[in-house]
């Protein structure tokens, strides 16, 4: 992981640390990840690196959410209320979320390269991101 990464991560543990429940947690995600989108919105399609949502991004802004979880019962049934969310951005988001609760994945020795890549490959194949296609 690069240094930009490191400060991101870190940046986005501060902020959810800060927040007082789950649910304001969850709710900063979904607009952080509304957030990117917009962002990504505003670059060419050309810029194929920056101009749509990361899996790397989809990653560490799902995974520092878990970290923060203080009541996973609760929160899995926040989450699980807007698996189908209109927004592709929520719905993907959510979704990791979801499975990395739900499988109990070692967020300390895991990295994005397994299995949540390829979980966020095949979430893209049967749910596509509307901008990409």
Do not use: C
């Not at 979904?30 to 949502?53: S, V, Y």
């Amino acid at each position: 992981m690069n240094e930009v990464s490191n400060n991101q991560e870190s940046e986005v543990r501060t902020i959810l640390s800060k927040l007082s429940s789950d649910d304001e947690r969850f709710e900063w995600v979904k607009k952080n990840i509304m957030d990117i989108q917009e962002e990504a919105d505003k670059l060419p399609e050309w810029d194929a690196d920056f101009a749509w949502i990361t899996n790397g991004e989809i990653y560490w802004l799902a995974k520092d959410f878990v970290s923060s979880i203080k009541d996973t019962k609760h929160t899995l049934g926040i989450v699980k209320a807007d698996l189908q969310h209109e927004e592709w951005p929520v719905r993907i988001v959510t979704s990791l979320i979801e499975y990395l609760i739900s499988n109990n994945i070692d967020l300390e020795n895991n990295d994005l390269n397994y299995p949540q890549n390829n979980w966020l490959d095949d979430y893209r194949e049967l749910d596509p991101d509307p901008t990409e296609i």
